[in-house]
């Protein structure tokens, strides 16, 4: 099994239910679990037999600058998105976590996480 991370990833976005959350928005963080055979690109170091994780990066900032009420919703859609862009994705687990969520008292951040597992596709 090999697994690629992507590490407190942080966007400022404007996800909410809040209408205040939508206008002010706040910083959020997101990590990121992929699962997917790696030994190809181990032996040959082409990037052509990996998945570049700067084209994960970019699949999460795309969906995170599309609005939604809830973090399950966004969490979502950045997870299919990156396995219709990656079929060789087996297992992804992601958690975005909203740094200032509009609640009482002092704390570093709410979070969600979705995990799916996919069956593998040998394409």
Do not use: C
């Not at 909410?16 to 181990?42: F, M, Q, R």
């Not at 740094?99 to 709410?110: I, L, N, R, V, Y």
């Amino acid at each position: 099994m090999s697994k690629i991370y992507l590490e407190d990833i942080k966007i400022y976005a404007y996800h909410g239910v809040l209408p205040e959350e939508n206008i002010i928005g706040t910083y959020y963080i997101l990590n990121s679990e992929l699962h997917t055979d790696l030994w190809k690109a181990a032996e040959t170091d082409d990037l052509n037999d990996t998945i570049s994780y700067a084209d994960i990066n970019a699949i999460i900032h795309q969906e995170m600058a599309i609005q939604s009420k809830l973090l399950e919703h966004v969490a979502g859609r950045i997870i299919l998105k990156i396995h219709e862009s990656f079929p060789q994705v087996s297992y992804i687990k992601l958690r975005v976590t909203k740094t200032s969520p509009p609640m009482q008292g002092e704390m570093k951040g709410a979070s969600i996480e979705l995990e799916k597992s996919f069956k593998p596709d040998n394409h």
